[in-house]
């Protein structure tokens, strides 16, 4: 059934996602196609598809963020269906409309769920009505620093300051007090503007109040077609810098089993919500001392970090993403088991986190049982300023966290790029860290480690 409606399937994206993207559709019997940039074209996954089309220069505006360019590389080849990993256009809904309008399968939720969830106050708002905790905050955009004033008053300082729209870290801060909250208001408003447009009433900010001592965890979802939504277990993203996960686990070592129930019920009810379709996660702020959560954001695509849900559950989410998409509704034992950590491998300074591209003139990746590499590079290629510098994810498993730490030291250890900058001396370092070893830190670990505050 799969090759009758899915076949061929195009990636558009890049890197280490592409190639993993690539390798289910091929392990499935389907042809896989790439589209590349100039800047990319000697890179693993051009290599490995079974068909690769150049699609503009480096800039990602004239490659992979043209949806023109994308399409008309899907008719040319003749794919079925178009897979948008993460990133780029992955979470851009008038691209999966385009998609569906041309004829072709949309392998994502519907373009009405990302609309939903993609608008961050829209979001936490349909959350609370569901029966999803959030926390204290804005229910309309805040867009002008008085209102901002009067709506911490309310809220009470410390508050997260942050773009409706957008993904990740952007514009993001916490404000103390009211002079802080003016900076913060004002970055955040230059990220809405730069990223969403400006809108005519000025552009869209989000305050909430903050965790002092929080935890990022999220829960993998699936929505099936006979409209179940699965929570197929949660991964702790605690370990950042600059509001970008560096470190993921699961299953994370600070939350209870009562928590972790509560938590996958509520995302269950987030995914009904919006009747999801497809593999997403809903994020969430815990609060570690009082084990107690509120709902973040939703990311409707496949997660960075979804490696370490794939070890703990022995599931391929890309695979469930193509079959959910070709309109089956499998069959899915959502039980974990032992424990996996994914460490983000980037060309950047290990100390300051500065991305630092380059050419590799060594790749040595690390084997090994309970070891996994997820990589976009190999030796010869160049690293360039162009795009993330995510290089490659190096995930470990074991039986036990302890276990799957002690791996990780030595994969870490065995893992060998030289010509780019790159953090491996840092995962190094986190490794020892008594803080991660103990599993009892928060998202201001690398800022303690940094000696930032």
């Not at 002008?144 to 773009?163: F, N, Q, R």
């Not at 514009?171 to 802080?180: I, K, L, P």
């Not at 002092?212 to 179940?228: C, F, M, N, T, W």
């Not at 162009?386 to 290089?391: G, K, S």
Request: glycine letters at 10%; hydrophobic letters at 45%.
């Amino acid at each position: 059934m799969l090759t009758e409606t899915l076949g061929p399937v195009l990636i558009a994206n890049r890197g280490e996602i592409a190639r993993r993207i690539i390798r289910t559709v091929k392990r499935l019997g389907l042809r896989a196609i790439a589209v590349h940039s100039e800047a990319d074209g000697d890179l693993p996954f051009v290599r490995e598809a079974d068909e690769a089309v150049l699609i503009g220069p480096a800039s990602p505006a004239q490659s992979y963020l043209d949806v023109g360019k994308v399409l008309e590389a899907a008719r040319a080849t003749g794919a079925r269906a178009i897979h948008p990993g993460y990133g780029f256009l992955a979470e851009n809904s008038a691209f999966a409309r385009a998609v569906i309008d041309a004829g072709l399968v949309w392998i994502g939720p519907a373009p009405e769920a990302i609309d939903k969830m993609g608008d961050k106050i829209n979001a936490r708002n349909l959350m609370e009505s569901a029966g999803v905790p959030v926390a204290a905050g804005t229910r309309e955009p805040v867009t002008d620093l008085s209102l901002a004033l009067k709506a911490a008053e309310s809220i009470g300082y410390p508050v997260m300051v942050k773009t409706a729209g957008g993904g990740g870290g952007i514009g993001m801060s916490v404000a103390h007090d009211d002079e802080g909250l003016a900076k913060a208001f004002e970055q955040a408003a230059r990220a809405a503007a730069r990223f969403a447009g400006d809108a005519l009433d000025g552009p869209a900010v989000l305050l909430e109040r903050y965790i002092e001592r929080a935890r990022h965890v999220e829960v993998q979802i699936l929505g099936l077609p006979d409209g179940r939504v699965l929570a197929l277990g949660e991964r702790d993203c605690s370990v950042q810098r600059r509001h970008q996960k560096v470190v993921e686990e699961s299953p994370s070592p600070g939350i209870t089993p009562e928590l972790r129930e509560r938590m996958l019920a509520a995302a269950a009810r987030a995914g009904e919500a919006v009747g999801y379709l497809g593999a997403g996660t809903v994020e969430c702020l815990v609060d570690a001392d009082a084990q107690d959560f509120v709902f973040l954001e939703m990311n409707t695509r496949l997660q960075v970090e979804h490696p370490v849900t794939e070890l703990v559950t022995g599931l391929d989410l890309v695979e469930l993403q193509l079959r959910v998409a070709a309109g089956e509704s499998p069959e899915v034992r959502a039980a974990t088991s032992g424990h996996a950590i994914e460490f983000r491998v980037y060309a950047e300074d290990p100390k300051r986190f500065f991305p630092g591209p380059g050419t590799i003139t060594t790749w040595e990746e690390p084997e090994g049982e309970g070891v996994r590499v997820d990589s976009g590079y190999a030796a010869g290629n160049t690293v360039t300023p162009f795009y993330d510098p995510l290089m490659a994810k190096l995930c470990v498993y074991g039986e036990t966290r302890a276990e799957a730490l002690e791996r990780g030291r030595k994969a870490v250890d065995a893992f060998v790029v030289e010509g780019p900058k790159n953090n491996l001396p840092f995962c190094a370092e986190l490794l020892d860290n008594a803080e991660f070893v103990t599993g009892d830190y928060d998202t201001g670990l690398i800022a303690r480690m940094r000696g930032l505050r």
